[in-house]
């Protein structure tokens, strides 16, 4: 016991590495790929972004015939974005999006 002491003294005066989330938010690493989203006044309906996608994760949405992306499904790796002629699909910082389900 009087061997692990020190230690135990510089752990309980030690700053946490950890934080208060959600009250307290990290920075974000440069490059951090979040949700992705869509611009539809800048789709030109090529569908590269669906043929790129691995998970299958993007469909044409019925009523706009632009993509719309599952969330459920995305691994948000960013092929859609990387493809697309016309910028239309980028990749957010948004991480916190439980309540949302399609990207449309
Ligand atoms: S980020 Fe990747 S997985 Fe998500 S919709 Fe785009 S291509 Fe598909
Ligand atoms: S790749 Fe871009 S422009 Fe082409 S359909 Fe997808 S979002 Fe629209």
């Not at 990290?26 to 790929?33: F, H, N, T, V």
């Not at 499904?73 to 309540?99: D, H, L, N, Q, S």
Request: aromatic letters at 10%; proline letters at 9%; charged letters at 30%.
């Amino acid at each position: 016991m009087p061997r692990i002491l020190p230690k135990v003294l510089q752990n309980l005066f030690r700053k946490p590495f950890t934080v208060k989330y959600p009250y307290v938010k990290r920075e974000l690493p440069k490059g951090y790929r979040g949700r992705p989203a869509i611009d539809r006044e800048k789709c030109i309906r090529c569908w590269l972004c669906i043929r790129a996608c691995p998970d299958r994760a993007i469909s044409i949405d019925r009523g706009t015939k632009t993509p719309s992306i599952w969330l459920g499904r995305c691994t948000f790796c960013g092929e859609c974005a990387e493809v697309c002629p016309t910028k239309a699909i980028i990749m957010t910082e948004e991480f916190e999006y439980t309540t949302l389900y399609n990207v449309t």
